[in-house]
């Protein structure tokens, strides 16, 4: 068994820039010893925050603002169509809302209220117990092919057809953002012993999804719950930039803190698939979005410039194919948190399709699995 460092306070920041150099230029010689450390510093950070901060070199923010600009102008119209009555044409429940858009109080994080009244005084959520629905808005969009072993989760995308640049973009902003997850994957198998390309390969023809949440600043306020305190279900979610602060993340020690992206980076946080392939090693890392000063102190400025009050997060899930069977894996058995039998009891079997199907029956996304689900408005 091991642990893990409590006095890390905060999540570390990796330069790719040397791993990269080197896989362009070196591919054959050994690693240098200052690249080897960036490598160790991923394993270190996931392993005692689970959250990196990934500095790329290639990063092109322009990118990321074109695609906020967008996504603004989508959700006002679909939130307009809502509220007015209208059908929402991008919303397809019947699919999971597993492509296309989910509005606003469809999703509902799962309980999780023993551990946020388990949470230190200074480090408390503000999500509500029992969690309420997340005020928010999503848009799941498909990056990557199809694996050949498709699964009855994975659908075609769905295409608002007013916004021409759409699958360009969103095509291009979500490969972008893949790419640093598997650069990142790549340096954690180095530094955690892994055989090279073994994790890398479970996510390829995995169904990420390019997944921005949009987020009404007219007409919710300060204190409103966009997402409820939760982890992720997927394998590693990654963000860039977001014009409204409200991210907030809690460590390894169940420390609160409030998350901004520096200019060139990108956020990572560990799901649970991770945590399922490591037996615990990697956590799932908590989160929540909050209407909070920081928010209304950017609305502020927004409103004086005239911008569209919508905060929408950059935000990708990478996933691991639903073909592969999760477990823990053999490489992390001198690491396991816990003792080996205990690990393994945790973590039993199952296949990626099988876990994400039982994860979206617990945040009401499952078509007509939950009596509690609000009714029907426009879609």
């Known amino acids: 068994m091991v642990s893990y460092n409590k006095s890390m306070d905060a999540p570390l920041v990796v330069d790719l820039g040397g791993f990269l150099d080197h896989l362009a230029h070196h591919p054959h010689e050994p690693i240098p010893p200052a690249v080897r450390d960036e490598c160790q510093k991923v394993v270190d950070t996931f ?42 044409a991008e919303v397809h429940p019947e699919l999971h809302f597993q492509v296309g858009a989910t509005p606003e109080n469809v999703e509902k ?10 949470l230190p005084e200074d480090s408390k959520a503000v999500t509500e117990c029992p969690p309420q629905y997340d005020a928010k808005w999503r848009y799941f969009w498909r990056i990557g092919d199809f694996s050949a072993h498709r699964s009855d989760v994975e659908y075609e995308n769905v295409v608002p057809p007013d916004f021409p640049q759409w699958t360009e973009l969103m095509n291009t902003w979500g490969s972008l953002m893949l790419r640093t997850v598997e650069t990142v994957v790549r340096m954690f198998e180095i530094a955690a012993g892994v055989q090279p390309e073994k994790i890398v390969d479970m996510l390829r023809g995995a169904p990420h999804l390019l997944a921005p949440t949009g987020s009404d600043l007219n007409k919710f306020g300060k204190g409103s719950v966009f997402a409820g305190y939760h982890y992720d279900l997927n394998f590693i979610t990654i963000h860039g930039k977001s014009r ?42 908590y989160h929540e979005v909050v209407f909070n000063e920081r928010t209304q102190a950017a609305v502020n400025t927004a409103r004086e410039t005239g911008r569209i009050l919508w905060r929408v997060s950059s935000t990708l899930f990478s996933h691991i194919r639903h ?20 690990t393994i009891a945790k973590y039993p079997p199952l296949t990626a399709a099988d876990s994400l199907k039982e994860e979206l029956r617990l945040i009401n996304l499952w078509k007509n699995e939950n009596p509690e689900a609000p009714a029907s408005r426009g879609y």
């Open 47 to 88: 392993h005692n925050t689970g959250i990196l901060i990934a500095r790329d070199p290639r990063v092109n923010e322009q990118i990321n603002w074109d695609f906020l600009d967008m996504m603004e102008h989508y959700f006002r119209r679909a939130g307009n169509q809502l509220y007015n009555g209208e059908k929402v």
């Open 109 to 118: 994080a799962r309980n999780h209220c023993e551990r946020i009244n388990n």
């Open 244 to 285: 409204f602060p409200g991210l907030s993340a809690w460590l390894r020690n169940n420390q609160k803190i409030d998350v901004a992206v520096p200019s060139g980076c990108l956020l990572l946080q560990a799901g649970k698939l991770f945590e399922y392939i490591t037996g615990g090693y990697v956590l799932a890392g």
């Open 323 to 342: 073909d592969v069977v999760l477990h823990p894996m053999e490489e992390f058995a001198d690491r396991f948190p816990l003792p080996r039998e205990e």
